[in-house]
């Protein structure tokens, strides 16, 4: 990027990010996330890293907030309100620590690193507010604003039950804290509002925002708002804790809720085996960090994989120095101070560029495009490429090669772009069109129609034989979901199929170590260990099968559920082992009808099961996987000890308090019974949970037993 372009770029990032910071902090309207947000500022304070030139005092990196509104009458904080800076990994973290270790060795003659302590807590994803106390009453409620003016919410404040008008005692404080909304409030006001044909909150932040800035307070009142309260500030010198675990516990002495998910760490602390054997396992070279922030990042992660669970919003941890003697030493830079940092997770939502949009076919020959961008980290791996998912979401959000764009990632799931920032734009940006012909197979792309002969969102390659689409459905066989043959990865198949020694999944089971040693990259051991791979996946059970055969509408579940009724109504469970051919014809027997009575499959699926088993082409590969005598059995009858339960068919309805579905229907079919969808004279007993259907009444009229939770725990001990 040369002067010229960086100077442009520079000037579109510094208008995007101060449109969006107005409608965050002044008019409480997000149109983007924090993180995005987050994503745009860093790349602008890269961008003037790099050119110093273009860097100016009334750039939006050079300042905390925007104005507040003129709706609300503007109060001045006592207390200067600062944001914090925040740190994305350990090493930063680390580095935080090195720069406020020198700052206190160069202050402090006698400064020792083992006597340093950190109060970390989880950072709530709510809306920052400032309460004022006189004499032990709260006299006003303000929102941070610009951090020396906020506005007046005091009227609002009060309606927030977890924040006291009165003190346990009688003193002037400032205290900050955080109004949030909890999930479940959140999905019943967004529940509520869509009956009414309003606007749906996009967070719990958002929400809190919308409601704590509400002209009426008897609106911020039905929102259930709730508050942590976690910092505070006074002149009286009879308060004056001496750190921020004793601030917290007086903050709570005095009346306030206080997020009680702290912990505090020193460098004098041990870490034992166990911690530090999961930090070796994500790769950390812990002998580069101190004893505290290796705990702290046990903490981190510990905090990432429970955020799910939260009843509240959180969005990192919050590391403070313990000390308040060393948080005076340390003091404030002109942004933040240099005692606290946020600690933020993962970003599931940031910033980058299509580079170019190719397209990827997937087994059923649908062409999904696909953007290859910028390397960018989101959700904590870096990513070059984002799904479009299909032509009329690339229309929708008006995508173009070279468009800035916003990516997702939500846990394992592929990253796909969900907004583009047309504001970025400089012109040379280009439209994709979808090709007439395959990229692979030159056959012609088409877009199929439904019953009543509408299009189709997606686009298939209409030849089934094209190498890419014969290519996935054998990566997905072998997959771990499928039968798991290790050695077998997307390029090995790939190098497989342009050799010319597979054509179909069926194929793998006739590969010889003869056969791959000539191969690039193969020698006698590597070769060996693949097949015996091969040859030990020759057994597996119905549901891994089923799925590896990538029946459309059939996912991981289905399969579990198709297994089952297998089981229960077919002569196949009379066997330890059955062959493909004998699943085939067993299929064949079962009307559309009689397979649309499994709970949760309708017409779709029922009709996807059918199309395929009556299919001659996967008729061949049947006989093909007979022939390398593939053998199946049912999940966990094989090694079934117990058979408590053998020859009692069971149904189900209701929800159960200590089970959920599947794992009742494991247990049934592991001790010997068998499971039905619809309710009969053939049922033993049908097992009741809460908010039972009409099974109930049914089961009654034909004098079926009936099972509590407990009654069907004790059939079982």
């Known amino acids: 990027m040369n002067k010229n372009q960086a100077k442009k770029r520079i000037q579109k990032l510094r208008k995007e990010i101060d449109r969006h910071r107005y409608r965050y902090h002044v008019l409480d309207d997000p149109q983007i996330t924090d993180e995005v947000y987050t994503s745009l500022r860093y790349e602008l304070m890269d961008l003037e890293e790099r050119f110093p030139e273009f860097k100016t005092a009334f750039s939006p990196t050079q300042r905390i907030g925007g104005k507040p509104l003129e709706k609300f009458e503007k109060i001045t904080h006592k207390f200067r309100q600062w944001s914090l800076d925040d740190v994305f990994n350990l090493q930063e973290l680390q580095d935080w620590e090195d720069k406020n270790f020198r700052i206190l060795k160069k202050q402090i003659p006698n400064f020792k690193k083992k006597d340093f302590e950190y109060f970390v807590e989880l950072k709530i994803d709510g809306l920052h507010i400032v309460l004022t106390y006189e004499n032990g009453i709260l006299v006003s409620g303000a929102t941070r604003g610009d951090g020396k003016v906020g506005e007046d919410v005091t009227q609002n404040i009060k309606t927030v039950q977890s924040i006291p008008l009165k003190l346990s005692k009688s003193v002037n404080i400032s205290a900050e804290g955080e109004c949030w909304l909890s999930k479940k409030e959140l999905k019943r006001i967004n529940q509520k509002r869509k009956k009414n044909d309003q606007s749906e909150f996009a967070n719990p932040r958002n929400a809190a925002a919308g409601s704590i800035r509400q002209l009426n307070p008897k609106i911020a009142a039905k929102r259930n708002l709730d508050s942590f309260v976690y910092d505070l500030h006074s002149g009286d010198e009879k308060i004056n804790p001496k750190s921020q675990k004793k601030e917290i516990k007086l903050l709570k002495d005095l009346g306030f809720k206080v997020n009680n998910q702290n912990q505090t760490f020193s460098n004098k602390d041990k870490i034992d085996k166990k911690t530090?054997?999961?930090?070796?396992?994500?790769?950390?070279?812990?002998?580069?960090?101190?004893?505290?922030?290796?705990?702290?990042?046990?903490?981190?992660?510990?905090?990432?994989?429970?955020?799910?669970?939260?009843?509240?919003?959180?969005?990192?941890?919050?590391?403070?120095?313990?000390?308040?003697?060393?948080?005076?030493?340390?003091?404030?830079?002109?942004?933040?101070?240099?005692?606290?940092?946020?600690?933020?997770?993962?970003?599931?939502?940031?910033?980058?560029?299509?580079?170019?949009?190719?397209?990827?076919?997937?087994?059923?020959?649908?062409?999904?495009?696909?953007?290859?961008?910028?390397?960018?980290?989101?959700?904590?791996?870096?990513?070059?490429?984002?799904?479009?998912?299909?032509?009329?979401?690339?229309?929708?959000?008006?995508?173009?090669?070279?468009?800035?764009?916003?990516?997702?990632?939500?846990?394992?799931?592929?990253?796909?772009?969900?907004?583009?920032?047309?504001?970025?734009?400089?012109?040379?940006?280009?439209?994709?069109?979808?090709?007439?012909?395959?990229?692979?197979?030159?056959?012609?792309?088409?877009?199929?129609?439904?019953?009543?002969?509408?299009?189709?969102?997606?686009?298939?390659?209409?030849?089934?034989?094209?190498?890419?689409?014969?290519?996935?459905?054998?990566?997905?066989?072998?997959?771990?979901?499928?039968?798991?043959?290790?050695?077998?990865?997307?390029?090995?198949?790939?190098?497989?199929?342009?050799?010319?020694?597979?054509?179909?999944?069926?194929?793998?089971?006739?590969?010889?170590?003869?056969?791959?040693?000539?191969?690039?990259?193969?020698?006698?051991?590597?070769?060996?260990?693949?097949?015996?791979?091969?040859?030990?996946?020759?057994?597996?059970?119905?549901?891994?099968?089923?799925?590896?055969?990538?029946?459309?509408?059939?996912?991981?579940?289905?399969?579990?559920?198709?297994?089952?009724?297998?089981?229960?109504?077919?002569?196949?469970?009379?066997?330890?082992?059955?062959?493909?051919?004998?699943?085939?014809?067993?299929?064949?027997?079962?009307?559309?009808?009689?397979?649309?009575?499994?709970?949760?499959?309708?017409?779709?699926?029922?009709?996807?099961?059918?199309?395929?088993?009556?299919?001659?082409?996967?008729?061949?590969?049947?006989?093909?996987?007979?022939?390398?005598?593939?053998?199946?059995?049912?999940?966990?009858?094989?090694?079934?000890?117990?058979?408590?339960?053998?020859?009692?068919?069971?149904?189900?309805?209701?929800?159960?308090?200590?089970?959920?579905?599947?794992?009742?229907?494991?247990?049934?079919?592991?001790?010997?019974?068998?499971?039905?969808?619809?309710?009969?004279?053939?049922?033993?007993?049908?097992?009741?949970?809460?908010?039972?259907?009409?099974k109930l009444k049914k089961a009654q009229e034909l004098g079926i037993e009936i099972l509590n939770e407990t009654q069907f725990q004790k059939l079982l001990s």
């Open 276 to 694: 530090t054997f999961q930090l070796k396992n994500k790769g950390l070279k812990i002998e580069k960090f101190s004893p505290a922030l290796l705990l702290i990042q046990d903490f981190y992660q510990k905090s990432v994989n429970e955020r799910e669970k939260a009843v509240y919003e959180i969005d990192g941890l919050v590391i403070k120095v313990n000390q308040k003697k060393y948080q005076t030493v340390l003091g404030y830079t002109g942004k933040a101070p240099r005692f606290s940092v946020a600690y933020k997770f993962p970003a599931q939502k940031t910033t980058t560029q299509i580079k170019e949009i190719t397209l990827q076919i997937g087994r059923t020959g649908v062409l999904t495009p696909v953007a290859v961008l910028k390397p960018v980290e989101v959700a904590g791996s870096r990513v070059s490429r984002a799904t479009l998912h299909n032509v009329d979401e690339i229309q929708r959000l008006d995508v173009r090669i070279g468009d800035t764009v916003v990516i997702q990632k939500a846990g394992d799931i592929i990253p796909e772009v969900v907004e583009v920032i047309k504001n970025l734009r400089t012109g040379r940006e280009k439209k994709f069109k979808m090709p007439e012909k395959c990229p692979k197979c030159d056959s012609k792309i088409i877009r199929k129609r439904d019953e009543k002969g509408r299009a189709q969102v997606a686009y298939y390659c209409q030849n089934p034989d094209c190498f890419l689409i014969q290519k996935q459905k054998i990566i997905h066989f072998v997959s771990k979901k499928g039968f798991n043959i290790e050695g077998l990865g997307k390029k090995t198949i790939e190098q497989f199929m342009k050799e010319d020694l597979i054509k179909d999944s069926a194929d793998i089971f006739n590969l010889e170590t003869g056969d791959l040693e000539p191969l690039d990259l193969f020698d006698k051991k590597k070769s060996k260990n693949i097949i015996d791979s091969i040859q030990q996946s020759k057994s597996q059970p119905l549901s891994k099968f089923l799925f590896a055969l990538g029946i459309d509408h059939l996912g991981e579940q289905a399969c579990l559920d198709f297994s089952e009724f297998l089981y229960s109504n077919s002569n196949l469970s009379k066997k330890r082992y059955f062959s493909p051919n004998r699943l085939l014809k067993t299929v064949n027997d079962f009307s559309k009808e009689r397979i649309q009575e499994i709970e949760g499959f309708g017409s779709k699926i029922s009709k996807s099961i059918r199309r395929y088993f009556f299919n001659k082409k996967n008729k061949k590969l049947f006989d093909k996987l007979d022939k390398a005598q593939i053998k199946i059995y049912f999940d966990e009858i094989i090694s079934s000890l117990e058979q408590k339960l053998e020859q009692k068919t069971f149904v189900l309805t209701g929800s159960l308090e200590n089970f959920t579905r599947d794992q009742v229907k494991k247990l049934i079919i592991k001790n010997g019974g068998k499971i039905s969808s619809s309710v009969s004279k053939k049922i033993d007993y049908l097992v009741v949970g809460e908010n039972p259907g009409s």
